[in-house]
């Protein structure tokens, strides 16, 4: 699947399946260590926690680029490594809900660390790599947290412990296995760092999640702590990141570019059919209802990750801080999931009903899916991938591009022209192109569609086709 050996691939999916294994048996409501937290103010565990979370989430992107060097990467795994033991160990002594809400804040540094610290090894993975990788540890993480639940409190106790550590130590072999065959460190120096500006799917696409991950924990809230707590909670959410990892893989034994965009279309409507289970059936069905929209959610996030690290490849930005830009949104629609439902509890003087739930959250999905789900904001996310595959094509063989000024030169093309040439060969975009060459997006446009005329080509691919061809008659020496 990668150009590395299969000691670092499998390190690194085992370091990134234990923060999941750790996330489950910690931070999702019941836990089966602490069960059901509530902290200052009677609040659940989770809003707190996802507070500070957030806080920490921003106060990573005004640093990002100080994180994405390797002092970052000593910073992250050292969290992980000498305070991750603590997340657990504070959460077992606190003994009052002012306790409870200061133990938060450990789950939520060593949350943020382990986390933005393994997205940022995945996301420089292959075009459709990283929601592999990615749904792959889910799976294999919820397969350690169902054995790990057989075990005694205490035992359970002791392994969330000691999971950020041994995560850490994972990530910091990886990495040196990475340099010692590969010759190349895992994250970016402070020159390499330049601010891009997100493509405008990318930005609906993180709207999105934000909605999807507040229907997701509005949803959690109202049943963490219910009569329904089996539709929702750790054993559910392992269950379906367990289905999720078999579906990935699937997608990536037929076709992971293609199937990856059909998923997205799955989305909106496992929400629905969720929901709606939800509000006519919560006493018959309500497991069903709640995997529908664990797996829905999960899917989306998921595809998140890897659409911003698409994103990232063909437009030179910064891992770091696109990585933390995906968690940011994530957290910030559960931290509003969370106090949405607590408030109307509080403030409306009942609990909302599975009807009043399913319809606010069918709303949300209707206002989501229009962001995302019409024709030109996916076609907009293929297209970034499409590049991005492009751009992997030409990098795995450089010496082709010496050919380009002859190639400019065989179909007439300008100075101007030729230097758009190259950034399209090596799968940019429209925007990135101007940027470089200090020009107009519609000039950039203008140019490229010149190109396609002079090299009778009807899109990019076709251009790229085209190079090819000319590149192996040179190769082989016979006349263009």
Not at 17 to 45: H, R, Y
Not at 62 to 69: E, G
Not at 344 to 372: E, K, M, W
Request: proline residues 4%; contains cysteine; hydrophobic residues 50%.
């Amino acid at each position: 699947m990668m150009d590395e050996s299969r000691a670092s691939l499998l390190i690194r999916i085992a370091g990134f399946s234990l923060f999941w294994t750790w996330l489950f048996l910690m931070a999702v409501s019941p836990s089966p260590i602490f069960g059901q937290l509530m902290g200052a103010a009677n609040a659940p565990f989770e809003i707190s926690e996802e507070t500070f979370r957030v806080l920490l989430l921003f106060l990573a992107l005004a640093f990002a680029k100080r994180l994405a060097t390797e002092d970052g990467r000593v910073l992250l795994s050292g969290i992980c490594i000498l305070i991750g033991p603590f997340s657990a160990i504070s959460l077992a002594l606190a003994q009052t809900p002012e306790m409870i809400t200061a133990a938060s804040f450990i789950v939520a540094v060593v949350d943020v660390s382990m986390l933005v610290m393994w997205l940022c090894y995945f996301g420089y993975a292959k075009l459709g790599d990283t929601a592999i990788l990615i749904a792959g540890s889910y799976g294999f993480g919820s397969l350690f947290y169902m054995v790990v639940t057989l075990l005694s409190p205490a035992m359970m106790l002791g392994i969330a412990a000691a999971l950020p550590v041994v995560s850490g130590i994972a990530f910091v072999a990886s990495t040196k296995l990475l340099v010692d065959r590969e010759g190349r460190n895992l994250f970016q120096t402070t020159e390499q760092c330049e601010h891009k500006k997100t493509p405008l799917s990318i930005k609906r696409m993180t709207g999105a999640l934000v909605l999807y991950a507040f229907i997701f924990a509005f949803y959690s809230s109202r049943t963490a702590s219910s009569e329904f707590a089996f539709a929702s909670g750790p054993s559910l959410q392992a269950a379906c990141s367990i289905g999720l990892g078999i579906v990935f893989l699937a997608i990536a034994r037929f076709s992971k570019q293609k199937g990856l965009y059909a998923a997205y279309k799955c989305v909106p409507l496992l929400f629905a059919a969720g929901l709606c289970l939800f509000a006519l059936a919560p006493s018959s069905l309500p497991t069903l209802a709640g995997a529908l929209i664990i797996v829905a959610y999960l899917l989306f996030e998921i595809l998140s990750f890897n659409d911003y690290c698409n994103a990232v490849k063909t437009n030179d930005d910064l891992l770091m801080r696109s990585m933390v830009m995906v968690r940011l949104a994530a957290s910030s629609g559960m931290l509003l999931g969370w106090v949405a439902e607590e408030a109307i509890g509080r403030f409306g003087g009942a609990i909302p009903s599975p009807a009043l739930i399913a319809t606010t959250c069918l709303a949300v999905v209707v206002v989501a899916s229009a962001i995302v789900f019409t024709d030109r904001p996916m076609s907009e996310l293929e297209s970034i991938a499409g590049n991005r595959a492009i751009q992997e094509k030409t990098e795995h063989r450089p010496d082709k591009m010496s050919f380009i000024p002859a190639f400019a030169e065989e179909f007439k093309l300008s100075k101007r022209e030729t230097e758009v040439l190259t950034y399209l060969l090596s799968g940019r975009t429209m925007q990135y192109v101007a940027e470089k060459l200090f020009i107009a997006e519609s000039t950039a446009r203008t140019h490229t569609h010149k190109i396609y005329l002079k090299t009778n080509s009807g899109d990019r691919m076709q251009l790229i086709d085209s190079f090819e061809r000319f590149c192996d008659k040179k190769e082989n020496g016979s006349p263009v």
